[in-house]
């Protein structure tokens, strides 16, 4: 499960069918459930970031799906029919949980930007008087691979860098977990000020002291 991330670059360089693409953001540090963020489509009139919210409402309850587990997407009522309504969501980081509850922050080695591959959906919300429609988007988890599984079992699936126009155009079928990025991670503990999500400023991505070790 992936329910915390950061997106701290002003600015990202991104490749798509050969083409650059550079992309603007607002640096956040404590990205949560629910929020208003920038992902990644493909439009009619090209590849461009677009704000969505993180989650899309259950059919069945209040809860929002906030992941969806990618071996199971092509199977699952929820998921299958957003197969051609696929996103990436950038980031340079994501937070997991010790069992002690202290946070830490999972980034690339080289500090590097990455993109998840995501699904959306559009969400009627009652208005006045017209129903109004909102974006709303979850991401895809995979195993943990052997960096992060000490931690946690699952982690975003990261969409292997030159493969990011395969995962908005081409589609997925069977063949999504072949596409994953395994390169290591790196982690380090941060403040337990991440654990509330109102708090979004930048010292929350600083290495905070080890309290506890893990075994």
């Excluded at 699952?76 to 922050?105: A, H, I, N």
């Amino acid at each position: 499960m992936c329910a915390r991330y950061t997106l701290t670059l002003e600015q990202a360089r991104l490749v798509i069918a050969g083409l650059v693409h550079i992309f603007a953001f607002a640096p956040r540090y404590n990205i949560g459930p629910a929020q208003r963020v920038p992902v990644i489509l493909d439009t009619a009139e090209g590849v461009k970031a677009v704000e969505m919210r993180w989650g899309i409402p259950s059919a069945w309850s209040k809860t929002l799906h906030i992941n969806a587990q990618a071996e199971n997407i092509h199977k699952t009522t929820t998921f299958k029919p957003l197969l051609g309504q696929r996103c990436l969501v950038p980031m340079d980081g994501f937070y997991e949980w010790k069992p002690d509850k202290s946070p830490v922050r999972f980034v690339r080695r080289r500090r590097e930007f990455f993109c998840v591959a995501g699904l959306w959906k559009e969400v009627e919300k009652p208005g006045i008087d017209l129903p109004l429609a909102e974006k709303c988007f979850v991401l895809l988890t995979t195993a943990a691979n052997p960096s992060v599984a000490p931690i946690h079992d699952r982690m975003p699936f990261i969409v292997r860098d030159g493969h990011h126009d395969w995962w908005l155009r081409e589609g997925l079928k069977d063949t999504v977990l072949n596409f994953a990025d395994e390169t290591p991670l790196d982690w380090y503990p941060v403040s337990r000020e991440v654990n509330n999500v109102r708090n979004d400023r930048p010292d929350l991505i600083r290495p905070a002291p080890m309290e506890r070790e893990l075994f």
